[in-house]
């Protein structure tokens, strides 16, 4: 009987399972798709591309949470060196990425007022406790102690560093929480060499040692006796054990458990999880566009992208380059394909207006809605104090991970850490 089955193999099932193979606990994962890697998967297609789901950087590069989960493996991430040429979009221009507050000082961005205002705004953020502020948005903090046009139009940029730029909706505590670890790391974000693929290489080895990772393969029901985990039924075996980890993401726990038994708080966040979208779009051109090695962020509209073949030769077939560029759909989007056709064309205006030489060239393009931009946008009433726990409680032997709950930073590494958390819980409460 495996010690633990993890359901789910994205970046928190996968790291969960590594982890405790590591402790030498014996795991099974089940993954209903044909591939490991969940909402960050990546492979090599037919024609030699490295195919993303979106393009995925890990926040604080070697000092991050990912990187944590690799070195309690013995592992380091293999992290394309850092390249100090980051871009903003900022008003239809291209424009230098300031580096730390003496960055922003001296960046022709913004006037002098308005730059000495937000270095202002950075200093109160190195002071402030994101505790006091999870509660609150973005555009509170700022108000509360500033007033100046040019940086409340700037405040979207602090959003979209962890991908939720509209200030009025993201929480505020998160922000000052990211901000605080950027400043104090003094890095910002590091790129896996060869994509996602090397992340995933990397926990399937360490899953193997021990455990088993079964693709193909979809959790049914979580069984449940006497409150106390028992097993996974799947449409193939039952596998019993003593742990169950649920990494399918927290709106899905309800088709797999009795609802009398899940507690009322959960199930009623699960239910109300308001995601975030995008618009991603691999462009393949014949020549290299540019020799900009880092990612670029917009300020004004909504947008990221990278030319990852300038920064790393492996993501395209000798003689093609690749870059992804991504915009956010509008909140609560539903679908609608015009509205899908507007961001399209909105990205393509902007790289038009920044790269005019880009479009031209390109050659093939591949789309994406990523409807799931986010496991959970950062809400004040999704924020880390208002996320559930790991731990089910009332259901012994339950554990929930995944970018849905209480896991540290934003974005993916709320799955590392949420899988290290439950995996630290799991080792000092149960002896093998
Ligand atoms: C386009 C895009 C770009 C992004 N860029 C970044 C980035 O640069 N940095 C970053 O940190 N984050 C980024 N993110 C967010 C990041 O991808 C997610 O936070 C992360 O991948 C979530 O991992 P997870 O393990 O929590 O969940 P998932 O990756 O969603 O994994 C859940 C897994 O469970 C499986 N599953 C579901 N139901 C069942 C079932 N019943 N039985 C068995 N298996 C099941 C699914 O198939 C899936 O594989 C991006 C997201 C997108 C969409």
């Known amino acids: 009987m495996p010690d633990a089955v993890i359901i789910g193999a994205g970046y928190a099932g996968m790291s969960a399972a590594a982890l405790l193979s590591h402790a030498g606990r014996k795991v099974v994962v089940l993954e209903e798709s044909e591939r490991v890697g969940g909402r960050a ?163 399937s080895r360490h899953i193997d040692r021990g455990g088993e990772i079964h693709l193909r393969e979809r959790a049914e029901k979580i069984i449940i006796e006497n409150r106390r985990v028992t097993g996974v039924k799947t449409g193939r075996a039952i596998y019993p054990a003593p742990v169950v980890l649920f990494a399918a993401g927290l709106p899905l726990i309800a088709d797999l458990l009795d609802q009398t038994l899940l507690p009322a708080a959960v199930e009623k966040y699960a239910k109300n999880i308001e995601h975030s979208s995008g618009l991603v779009i691999d462009f393949i051109t014949n020549r290299p566009v540019t020799g900009i090695r880092s990612g670029i962020l917009g300020v004004d509209v909504p947008i990221w992208a990278r030319f990852q073949s300038s920064a790393d030769p492996l993501f395209a077939p000798a003689g093609k380059y690749l870059s992804t560029w991504g915009i956010m759909l509008p909140w609560h989007f539903d679908g609608d394909a015009s509205v899908v056709a507007g961001a399209e064309q909105k990205m393509k205006s902007v790289i038009s207006a920044v790269f005019p030489d880009f479009l031209p060239a390109v050659v093939d393009e591949r789309k994406m809605v990523a409807t799931v931009m986010n496991g959970n946008v950062l809400t004040p009433a999704q924020s880390k104090p208002n996320r559930p726990d790991v731990e089910c409680p009332g259901i012994e032997g339950l554990y929930f991970i995944g970018d849905t709950v209480r896991g540290d930073g934003c974005s993916g590494d709320i799955s590392f850490s949420s899988a290290m958390k439950a995996a630290d819980r799991i080792l000092s409460d149960r002896k093998p």
Request: hydrophobic letters at 40%; one cysteine or more.
């Open 41 to 203: 998967r990546s492979f090599r297609d037919e024609e030699g591309y490295l195919r993303e789901y979106g393009a995925h950087s890990h926040r604080l590069a070697h000092k991050g949470i990912a990187n944590e989960v690799f070195k309690r493996l013995g592992e380091e991430i293999d992290f394309l060196p850092e390249s100090k040429d980051g871009k903003l979009i900022f008003r239809g221009r291209l424009w230098e990425r300031p580096e730390g507050p003496i960055g922003f000082l001296k960046t022709p961005l913004l006037s002098i007022r308005a730059r000495l205002v937000l270095l202002a705004l950075f200093a109160k953020i190195k002071k402030t406790d994101p505790a006091d502020w999870y509660h609150r948005t973005l555009l509170d903090f700022y108000r509360a102690s500033f007033r100046n046009p040019e940086v409340e139009a700037f405040l979207p940029f602090l959003g979209m560093t962890i991908m939720c730029p509209d200030p009025n909706k993201v929480s505020a505590g998160e922000v000052i929480d990211f901000l605080k670890r950027v400043l104090a790391a003094g890095v910002g974000v590091g790129e896996p060499r060869g994509g996602s693929a090397g992340i995933f290489q990397t926990l």
